[in-house]
Nanobody, 124 residues
């Protein structure tokens, strides 16, 4: 069974920084995509940043380019989101999403798992 555990959310003033982390546990064979999404009440969930494969390819929403950085620790199956120069518009519940292959009962099965979500609030 694959589980994702997020940490790092909280309250920060405009211009401040936060670092989110999402650790994957379970019998992981490979990970091919890790991403961070965010959602506010009444809005659709949007992709904030994603990292593909071993980390050579990254993708960012236009609204966070130059301020947020996604990275991964392959040895620990963990993905991070460093958020700098935070703005009130960044306030949302942030969730990680990880897709890959897991070993289940001697076979390899694909998984597409979500973290529990962590609140990020940017306010003075």
């Amino acid at each position: 069974q694959v589980q994702l555990v997020e940490s790092g959310g909280g309250l920060v003033q405009p211009g401040g920084s936060l670092r989110l982390s999402c650790a994957v546990s379970g019998s992981i064979a490979s990970i091919y995509n890790m991403g961070w999404y965010r959602q506010t009440p009444g809005e659709q969930r949007e992709l904030v940043a994603s990292i593909i494969g071993s980390g050579d390819r990254t993708n960012y929403a236009d609204s966070v380019k130059g301020r947020f950085t996604i990275s991964r620790d392959n040895a620990k199956n963990t993905v991070f989101l460093q958020m700098n120069s935070l703005e009130p518009e960044d306030t949302a519940v942030y969730s990680c999403n990880i897709r890959g292959d897991a070993r289940v009962g001697g076979t390899i099965l694909q998984f597409n798992s979500w973290g529990q979500g962590t609140q990020v609030t940017v306010s003075s």
